[in-house]
Nanobody, 121 residues
């Protein structure tokens, strides 16, 4: 069984910063990618930032220059530093991990339960 746990959400004023943390734990052989997604009320879930193992990070256009993804896939951890937050960044943020549980098992994807980020004055 694999668990993905996020932390660090909260309420902040426009222009402020927050840092989200995520750790995947349990029966994990190898993580191939970790990422952050978000879902605002009435909207579809969208990718915010992605960190594939051995590849370059990618960002949604709306967060480039403001958000930074970092972490260590070998340690199953990922962070999202969010600066210059805007009201439109308000959403539930989900941590995503993709990997394999055993040396010859297929690849699976796991999601955290989400953490609320609210940007409001």
């Amino acid at each position: 069984q694999v668990q993905v746990m996020e932390s660090g959400g909260g309420m902040v004023q426009p222009g402020g910063s927050l840092r989200l943390s995520c750790e995947a734990s349990g029966a994990i052989f190898k993580i191939n990618a970790m990422a952050w997604y978000r879902q605002a009320p009435g909207k579809e879930r969208e990718m915010v930032a992605s960190m594939p193992t051995g590849s370059t990070t990618t960002y949604a256009d709306s967060v480039k220059g403001r958000f930074t993804i970092s972490g260590d896939n070998a340690r199953n951890t990922v962070y999202l530093q969010m600066n210059a937050l805007r009201p439109e960044d308000t959403a539930v943020y989900y941590c995503y991990a993709r990997g394999i549980q055993y040396s010859r098992s297929p690849e699976y994807a796991w999601w955290g339960q989400g953490t609320q980020v609210t940007v409001s004055s």
